[in-house]
C-alpha cells in the first residue's frame, strides 16, 4: 500500500464497513464478535497504529448472556467451518474476553454513526444484527435498505463477479475470519478498486 500519514483530525470518515463471525447461518444464531472500520473510500487510507486505533470497533460478544436468549448454535457451523480455521482466528471469537451485549451494540451504533455502512452480503449480517437488536431491547438506528455491499462495490469498478480485487497482496497482519481483519481487507480494497481501475 502506498499511503501518506496524515493527522487523523484531517481524516473524515465516511463510509463503514462491518462484519460479524457467528456459529450460523440462522438469524438468531449467536454472534461472536461484532466488529467495524471507518475511513473515506474516496482517499488513500492513512498509516499507523493511532490511525487504526482510532477507527477501528472490534468487541467479542457475550455467550451465555445470548444462549439465556434462545440464541443457537448450529453444529454444522463448528464442524464444517470453524474447526477447520487457524488458532488465532479461532481464538479471537471464542476465547477473547467478552463484552455485555447491549452494550457492545450501542457503541457499535455510534461508532458507525453519520457513516454509510457497507458489508459483505446485505443478506447475512444485517439480519443477524437486526435479531440481536431485537433480543436484546436495542433499536436499530440504520434502515434495512441502507447497507450497501461490499462485493457489488468492488465489481463495480473492476469488472470482476468475485467481490475481491484479483491477485490483491494481503497484508500479513490480515487473518481471514478475524472481523476486524476482515473489516480492514474489505476497506482497503474498497479504497484501491477504484485507485487502480482510474474510476476516481
Known amino acids: 500500500m502506498s499511503k501518506q ?25 449467536i454472534i461472536l464478535t461484532l466488529s467495524a472500520v ?15 486505533q482510532e477507527t477501528s470497533f472490534n468487541r467479542v460478544l457475550n455467550i451465555p448472556e445470548q ?31 467478552s463484552n455485555p451485549v447491549k452494550k457492545a451494540l450501542e457503541e457499535f451504533f455510534e461508532f ?3 457513516t454509510q455502512p457497507f458489508c459483505r452480503g446485505t443478506d447475512f449480517d444485517p439480519p443477524k444484527l437486526a435479531s ?16 450497501r455491499n ?7 469498478f473492476t469488472m470482476g463477479e468475485q467481490g475481491y480485487i484479483e491477485s490483491w497482496n494481503t497484508p500479513d497482519w490480515i487473518t481471514p475470519h478475524i472481523s476486524i481483519d476482515d ?3 474489505d476497506a482497503l480494497q474498497m479504497v484501491e478498486a477504484p485507485q487502480r481501475y482510474n474510476q476516481f
Open 5 to 29: 500519514d496524515k493527522p487523523t483530525n484531517e481524516y473524515q470518515p465516511n463510509t463503514s464497513v462491518f462484519d460479524t463471525e457467528t456459529t450460523g447461518t440462522a438469524n438468531n444464531c
Open 112 to 114: 458507525i454513526k453519520g
Open 38 to 52: 471507518k475511513f473515506d473510500r474516496f482517499q488513500p487510507i492513512p498509516h499507523g497504529d493511532a490511525f487504526y
Open 132 to 147: 440481536l437488536c431485537k433480543d436484546f431491547g436495542v433499536k436499530m438506528p440504520i434502515k434495512y435498505n441502507a447497507f
Open 150 to 156: 461490499v462485493r457489488t462495490y468492488i465489481d463495480a
Open 67 to 97: 444462549i439465556l436468549k434462545g440464541r443457537i448454535i448450529e453444529a454444522s457451523c463448528i464442524e464444517q467451518f470453524w474447526l477447520k480455521q487457524p488458532k488465532n482466528a479461532i481464538d479471537a471469537a471464542f476465547y477473547a474476553p
Open 183 to 185: 473489516c480492514w481487507r
